[in-house]
């Protein structure tokens, strides 16, 4: 496709871990105060993003023993940031200054560490499809889910055949048919001016890669294709994968994902605190065959579909044991919860025993933060 005329430069991709106990107010902070006067207010940034892993995307990671991120656990919050090509001397200079003077005002965060930090330069994009989202707006199309890929030349492929084996080879194969409408390649670049302390050195960047992997579903819901994925780079006799990350995007003005952070971090349980996060987290267990499901149902609550309802959180439980020694189902979100306050729309595919997916509606109804009700059916339009 034509690219437009404006162009992406250079992107910041920055990786971070809060301080335990801090993810909360890690949040707040940066999506309230930093994501703007960090870098969104700089001259020639272009779009930014903020994303955030769940402990259940974390556990999809690998390889096992990555130099990027050793510890699959860290990394918590992702931002990235596009900057025009034809203004990356002016926001370098200008970064510089935010920096310096958000310090002397105290705005700066110190309870985090940097995970993985790096600005990269763009190289090209690989598009699955004749008319896709051009690069440049891939970051205020809003997808659903992004998966994030490090890798390098094996031996001594140097980076120009690294670059043209990705473009030209293996990610055309990789992309047709998948839930991954565009891939976004960069090259790492050397740190150019005063470094902040705190900012970890890529200390051999001559071959690496940096990837933004957009998907049209929540990464989780396509481990199959996460997986191909990581496995097709393992593979490959040019280059070998670093590190594979998911993440999904933050909801600005909410603290969406923090419980299952710091849940996870303090190792209990988590409840989830929202009617969205409720809904999102029936879904994994769905998916998972967690036998904890219905711990998200009231004692009272209801299934209601086909003709049928199912009353009380027993014989819930029986029905969901049945449905997952016969059918097996595995949603797949077509777009977002739709979520107007104690309920919650959830458009899906649904693949019942490995056969063709069923286009499906769930409807939530959640009371005192359990389900109250859910109501389905076949979506016939």
Known sequence: MQEPPVRIGMMLYTLIEPHPGRHRAYNRWYERDHF???VMTLPGTLSGQRWVATPALKALRGPDASPMVPDPVRGSFLTTYYVDADRTAEWDAA??????????DGRLWPERDHVLTRFVDYAHAVYRDG?????????DHRYPGLLTVVGRGRADVGRAEVLTHLRDALLPELVAGSPFPSVLTFTMRPFEGERPPDLPVDPDPASRFLQLWFVEADPESCADAVAAVLAAYEADPVV???WVG?????????????DLLEAAAAGVAAAPSTPRGLVEEYFRRVRTRDPRLTELFADDARLVGLGTITEGRAAIDAFYAQINETAAPVPTPRGPLLVQGTRVAAEIDIRIAGGDPVHVIDLFEVVDGRIAQLTYFLAQY
């Open 36 to 38: 703007y006067s960090g």
């Open 240 to 242: 070998a994968p670093e």
């Open 95 to 104: 970064a510089s200054d935010a920096v310096h003077r958000l310090g002397a």
């Open 131 to 139: 008319e896709p989202v051009p690069a440049v707006q891939t970051l």
């Open 246 to 258: 998911g993440f999904v995007p933050t909801v600005p003005g909410t603290d969406t994902h923090v």
